[in-house]
């Protein structure tokens, strides 16, 4: 294995450490769930997303060709991390769970259906 690969993947470990790290870190000390939120969907994310592109590199750079299960788990990553942060935040606004006032909890992005005394708004009950 040459030098330079050996130095890519290295950087990639430290790298995907650090994000890992500094997610883990965020989940752990910020003050509410919304906050929380941004650990593990984003620095976890680009972290283990560094350390599979590691992985790829040095099984490439040893076998001699790439091995499809780390891209397979990095693009099953990449497509679930977003979508389950997605539902994990308008279950949050939809339960109304408690927030400091700095991130609000009242986004711009709600329709006016969304917001009222029921959590989740029914359409077969008194809509028909």
Do not use: N
Not at 77 to 87: M, N, Q, Y
């Amino acid at each position: 294995m040459s030098l330079w690969v050996e130095a890519l993947i290295s950087l990639l470990l430290i790298t995907g450490g650090a994000f890992v790290f500094v997610g883990s870190l965020g989940m752990a000390h910020l003050r509410d769930f919304y906050m929380r939120l941004h650990g593990p969907t984003k620095a976890t994310t680009l972290g283990i997303g560094c350390m599979l592109v590691a992985s790829m590199a040095y099984f490439w750079s040893v076998d001699g060709r790439p091995d499809i299960q780390e891209l397979l788990i990095t693009l099953f990553l990449f497509i679930t991390a977003p979508v389950s942060a997605h539902l994990l935040a308008k279950t949050g606004l939809h339960l109304r769970l408690k927030h400091i006032d700095i991130t609000q909890g009242k986004p711009v992005e709600l329709r006016p259906e969304e917001v009222g005394k029921k959590p989740v708004p029914h359409p077969d009950k008194g809509h028909g």
